[in-house]
C-alpha cells in the first residue's frame, strides 16, 4: 500500500518523512532521501512487529498498528 512522505528540500539535503510513524530519512538528493526513509521504516517494523502490544508505549504502538496495516513483507531468496 503506498504511503504518503513528506520531502523537504534544503538545498544541501533532502529529507524524507513518514509522520504516520515517526520515520525519517536524508540524503543529498530526492532519492537517497526516500532510500534511506524506507530503511527506516524496515528497521522499525521489524522493531516492534514482533514485541508483545501491551509492552509498548502509545506511539509505539499506534506505530506498530499502522505498520502492520501498511508493510507487507517479502522474502528474499539470499535471506530465506
Avoid: K
Avoid at 15 to 32: C, Q, S
Wanted: glycine share 4%.
Amino acid at each position: 500500500q503506498p504511503i504518503i512522505a513528506v520531502i523537504e528540500d534544503y538545498g544541501d539535503h533532502v529529507v524524507a518523512r513518514w509522520p504516520d510513524v515517526d520515520a525519517v530519512g536524508h540524503g543529498e538528493t530526492e532519492a537517497i532521501a526516500l532510500e534511506s526513509l524506507h530503511e527506516d521504516i524496515v528497521d522499525l517494523y521489524h522493531d516492534l512487529i514482533d514485541d508483545d502490544e501491551e509492552a509498548l508505549g502509545e506511539a509505539p504502538r499506534r506505530w506498530r498498528r499502522v505498520l502492520a496495516r501498511t508493510v507487507a513483507p517479502i522474502e528474499h531468496p539470499e535471506r530465506a
